[in-house]
């Protein structure tokens, strides 16, 4: 697989500097930010994918603990802490390792080979699952009735506060329902839908001109977001 892209939450800034070189180090992992607290991490998170966590438990404000139990369909974690009474607390939330500071690189690289271990597992059973079920129209709700979307239709999708714009090519009109990006993002195929901004995902066949980062549908620009950019660029150097 790709590398696992992660994030470290820590509020301590010697450990910070540590656990970053330790990520240096490790060639299946991508730094993707540092921050002391979790409202940081909220905001990155906000702007770019983030598969792992490394995060604190004992934080002001708000624990690391607490802040996994509020994420929904979020990261992966593997907690640090100086705490190790947290341990059983950690693995309730479903962490894939527990590391009692102070550690040392052989104990960080143990932790993030399960982390690998799960994620190579989940690719696998995604790409088994996407050869023997070949999904070729979504059911959204949409003005108290259910309609029939083909997702060969769909140009774009457009998310809002608490709901998406779904734009296709046989209506005149955007197709909305209330629902958030990310649960229909999970409900499309990865190989022919990808989110290129916190607000917008493509049909990748649709995909036909480029422009300044944005992708053109007609007189609709749609940002690339520099989050997303990476993968984006990837789709486009298979097919240059």
Not at 30 to 54: H, N, V, W, Y
Not at 55 to 79: A, C, E, H, W
Not at 182 to 196: I, N, T, Y
Request: net charge neutral.
């Amino acid at each position: 697989m790709s590398k696992i892209s992660c994030l470290v939450v820590d509020d301590e800034p010697l450990a910070l500097d540590l656990i970053e070189s330790y990520v240096a180090q490790t060639p299946f992992l991508e730094l993707k930010g540092r921050c002391s607290s979790p409202f940081q991490a909220m905001e990155i998170m906000q702007e770019q994918p983030i598969q792992l966590l490394f995060l604190d438990i004992q934080m002001p404000g708000l624990t690391g603990l607490d802040f996994t139990k509020s994420l929904t369909n979020g990261p992966r974690v593997i907690f640090t802490t100086a705490y190790g009474q947290y341990a059983l607390e950690g693995f309730k939330v479903n962490a894939i390792d527990y590391l009692l500071k102070p550690f040392n690189y052989s104990e960080f690289l143990k932790a993030a080979s399960k982390a690998k271990e799960w994620f190579d597992l989940l690719e696998n059973t995604s790409s088994k699952q996407d050869k023997e079920a070949v999904v070729d129209s979504i059911f959204v709700k949409s003005e108290y009735k259910l309609v029939r979307v083909e997702l060969s239709s769909i140009l774009y999708v457009e998310g809002l506060k608490d709901y998406v714009k779904i734009y296709t090519t046989t209506d005149s009109k955007p197709i909305m329902s209330l629902m958030s990006l990310k649960l229909l993002e999970e409900r499309l195929p990865v190989a022919d839908f990808m989110r290129v901004h916190r607000s917008y995902i493509v049909n990748l066949k649709k995909v036909t001109t480029i422009e300044r980062s944005r992708i053109v549908f007609g007189k609709e620009y749609i940002p690339i977001a520099d989050g997303y950019k990476e993968r984006f660029q990837q789709f486009l150097d298979k097919r240059l």
